[in-house]
Antibody, heavy 125, light 110 residues
Framework: VHLVESGGGLVQPGRSLRLSCVAS????????MHWVRQVPGKGLEWVSG????????GYSDSVKGRFTISRDNARNSLYLQMDSLRPEDTAFYYC???????????????????WGQGALVTVSS | QSVVTQEPSFSVSPGGTVTLTCGLT?????????PSWYQQTPGRSPRTLIY???SRSFGVPDRFSGSIVGNKAALTITGAQAEDEADYYC??????????FGGGTKVTVL
């Protein structure tokens, strides 16, 4: 399993940025996917998740209404569209694979089984 | 909304045993919150250790074990090694698709 994030960089407050995560080594469209972020020197925060077929998704309260998760199974890719960025959104953003297909937990497992290397987003003027 | 709690730090001697906990400010941790644990060393991505409270992820040494003790999830390192010095995070499923990380525990081996 290999997850590679891209699209990070420096952006001004109020502007937009789109992160991508390209997956390989597994059947991408069999699994839900997530974004997790980490402010440098601080803890981890779950940001958003999406089911295998994009029918279900969700967000943390801190990004709801500003960020949009999506996926393109034909391209083995996960995306995070980040709008109205704030300085507090500055963080490393990790793409993480779910061991199951669904966004809602209720089956046998609910966790993150593989992680990307992260992409740094810096929001500053 | 309940907050996920972890001890800020722990120190353990090489070869010693340490138990980290993961609780809720309101309520108890149970298997239906699907507790999981992750290890992170500086400059690295998180590594999955434990899922479903007590299942060890592939390739994780058996000195790492998970359980539910009382009203909290627990991660025990038995026979700590120098390479276990890291930050440890738990995650709980809070329903409605929401996953919540604890604040993390910094473990020092000395």
């Amino acid at each position: 399993v290999h997850l590679v994030e891209s699209g990070g960089g420096l952006v001004q407050p109020g502007r937009s940025l789109r992160l991508s995560c390209v997956a390989s080594g597994f059947i991408f469209d069999d699994y839900a996917m997530h974004w997790v972020r980490q402010v440098p020197g601080k803890g981890l925060e779950w940001v958003s998740g999406i089911s295998w077929n994009s029918y279900a998704s969700g967000y943390s309260d801190s990004v709801k209404g500003r960020f949009t998760i999506s996926r393109d199974n034909a391209r083995n890719s996960l995306y995070l569209q980040m709008d109205s960025l704030r300085p507090e959104d500055t963080a490393f953003y990790y793409c993480a694979k779910d061991p199951g297909p669904g966004y809602f937990c209720g089956g046998s497992s609910c966790y993150f089984d593989f992680w990307g290397q992260g992409a740094l987003v810096t929001v500053s003027s | 909304q309940s907050v996920v709690t972890q001890e800020p730090s722990f120190s353990v001697s090489p070869g010693g045993t340490v138990t980290l906990t993961c609780g809720l400010t309101s309520g108890s941790v149970s298997p239906n919150l699907y507790p999981s644990w992750y290890q992170q060393t500086p400059g690295r991505s998180p590594r999955t250790l434990i899922y479903n409270a007590d299942s060890r992820s592939f390739g994780v040494p058996d000195r790492f074990s998970g359980s539910i003790v009382g009203n909290k999830a627990a991660l025990t390192i038995t026979g700590a090694q120098a390479e276990d010095e890291a930050d440890y995070y738990c995650v709980l499923y809070m329903g409605g698709g929401l996953r919540v990380f604890g604040g993390g525990t910094k473990v020092t081996v000395l």
